[in-house]
């Protein structure tokens, strides 16, 4: 098969430094990037010569691609994918893809229509701690799921003050749809991607968020006073029709030393505890640990280590196989992603579905403007 060819919607940090890298080594063809922002083709570039930058997104911006890759702001994900849909090509999903059951219908009818595949990333499932987890779940080994508790917290990891990242017209939501996705993909996967129905959340913001910016992803805010419109941090808990719960927690800013990520999963016949640090954090926790108890008796499970990269490469690799299929008429490839994105669409509609005064978050900022222009 001949290299996919990708347009990429959105030329921000993760599209420079992780996925545009990734797709050039697997053997993918960028074709252009898409941003209106100047300083993404002042960036790019240099780096990847003959790279197409285009200002805005239209037919002519994907003209001669297989495949649409889409990193554009939140409240872009679902409009944008449904545009690269209804032009019949393929669209790789950055995450939080959607913000709701409806949302999540909409993009997979279209999906099926067109015969276009329709994935959303999933690097955490990638991981050889997550996937060791899920082996052992699924092998029996915990018996009947009662209980996932995940969480993620960073001591310091505000995105740039005044990006769209920290404003609720264009983020939607802010650590519980950046790091909350990412767990909820493994939480919501090892019970098998239900669909959520009730739960409740409480979404909390940083009185002084200047204290708890990321520094590690070299993003200086220039304004301090900026704003910050979405949750730092956010605590739920998502209710499984199986009697089974899924517990939250998520915290761009904490008074923790280290950032960690945690996985716990309880079970009939035992009980699975991950500790470990998600992502590209440079405080994270020093040895990844992952122990299985049964009866008072502990258990270390051993994974392969690797790097920080390794699950986004995974994910890559896979995803371009997958194209691969779809293009030859093979779409049996995308029902698991489409009852993972009903679940993941329905557990974010579920933790944003009602008004929250402390961090500016309302239904209708989900609900209603998910929808953008799109140039003809």
Request: charged share 20%; net charge negative; proline share 4%.
């Amino acid at each position: 098969m001949s290299a996919v060819r990708i347009a990429l919607i959105g030329g921000g940090w993760v599209v420079q430094n992780v996925w545009l890298p990734l797709l050039v080594e697997a053997g993918a063809k960028p074709v252009c990037v898409v941003d209106p922002s100047p300083e993404v083709g002042s960036a790019l570039l240099p780096r990847f010569p003959g790279i197409r930058i285009e200002p805005e997104l239209s037919a002519k911006a994907l003209a001669g691609c297989d495949a649409a890759f889409i990193c554009s702001p939140n409240v872009h994900h679902v409009g944008h994918a449904a545009f690269a849909l209804t032009q019949g090509i393929h669209v790789i999903l950055e995450k939080p893809a959607c913000f709701s059951l409806e949302q999540a219908e909409h993009l997979i009818g279209l999906s099926r229509r067109q015969q276009c595949g329709l994935w959303v990333t999933s690097a955490s499932s990638y991981r050889s701690d997550v996937r060791r987890m899920a082996e052992q779940v699924r092998g029996g080994g915990l018996g009947r799921l009662h209980c996932v508790d995940v969480s993620w917290r960073r001591q310091a990891g505000i995105p740039r003050l005044g990006s769209w990242f920290t404003r609720a017209g264009s983020a939607i939501a802010g650590s519980g749809g950046d790091l909350g996705w990412h767990l909820l993909e493994v939480a919501l996967g090892l019970l098998d991607y239900p669909t959520i129905h009730s739960g409740f959340s409480r979404q909390v913001r940083a009185a002084a968020p200047q204290r708890f910016l990321a520094a590690w992803r070299d993003d200086a805010s220039a304004d301090l006073d900026a704003e910050l419109s979405v949750d730092t941090q956010l605590f739920g808990c998502l209710l499984i029709e199986t009697g089974a719960v899924v517990r939250l927690s998520t915290a761009w800013a904490s008074h923790q030393e280290r950032d960690e990520t945690t996985v716990l999963a309880y079970g009939d016949e035992g009980e699975l505890a991950l500790h470990s640090t998600f992502g590209f954090s440079t405080n994270g926790t020093r040895e990844p640990r992952l122990t299985l108890a049964r009866l008072g008796v502990m258990e270390e499970l051993q994974f392969d280590t690797e790097d920080k990269i390794a699950p986004y490469r995974a994910f890559v690799q896979t995803a371009l196989e997958r194209i691969g299929c779809a293009s030859t008429g093979d779409l049996d490839v995308i029902e698991v992603d489409y009852r993972k994105l009903r679940s993941l669409g329905s557990a974010m509609g579920v933790l944003y579905s009602t008004p929250d005064v402390s961090a500016g978050i309302s239904c209708s900022s989900v609900q209603d403007v998910y929808t953008p222009e799109v140039a003809s």
